[in-house]
C-alpha cells in the first residue's frame, strides 16, 4: 500500500506561481510512476501530468503544457507540479497519484493510489 499526502495549494492571483508537492509513505521501497489530476467544480477529474520513475519522461495534458512542469526526487516516491502563470480556469482541486511499475522510463495516466486532494484557486 501507498499512501500520498498533497501540499502546497492555496490562493494565488493569476499569473503568479504555485507549487505543489506530494509525499508518499508506505511501500516506498517499491518504484512508480507518478502524476497529477485535477477536478473543477461541476466537472470530471481529468489529466494534468505524468513522471515516470526515473524522471526522465514526462507527459502533460494539452492544457497545461508548457505552463505546468512535473518533476521529482531521484529515487524517491516524491513529485512536484510547479505551476506557472496560473488562469482561473487552473481553478480546482489537484490530486496527486501513483501507480507501480516495471518499466522506470515509463509514464502512464491510469493509477492505482491516489492523495486527498489540495485546493488551488486562481483569482483573476
Request: proline share 2%; glycine share 10%.
Amino acid at each position: 500500500q501507498l499512501q500520498l499526502v498533497e501540499s502546497g495549494g492555496g490562493l494565488v492571483q493569476a499569473g503568479a506561481s504555485l507549487r505543489l508537492s506530494c509525499t508518499a509513505s508506505g511501500r516506498t521501497d517499491l518504484k512508480y510512476a507518478m502524476g497529477w489530476f485535477r477536478q473543477a467544480p461541476g466537472k470530471e477529474r481529468e489529466f494534468v501530468a505524468s513522471i515516470s520513475w526515473s524522471g526522465v519522461s514526462t507527459d502533460y495534458a494539452d492544457s497545461v503544457k508548457g505552463r505546468f512542469t512535473i518533476s521529482k526526487d531521484k529515487g524517491e516516491a516524491t513529485v512536484y507540479l510547479q505551476m506557472n502563470t496560473p488562469t482561473p480556469e487552473d481553478t480546482a482541486v489537484y490530486y496527486c497519484a501513483a501507480r507501480q511499475i516495471i518499466l522506470i522510463h515509463s509514464t502512464t495516466r491510469e493509477y492505482d493510489y491516489w492523495g486527498q486532494g489540495t485546493q488551488v484557486t486562481v483569482s483573476s
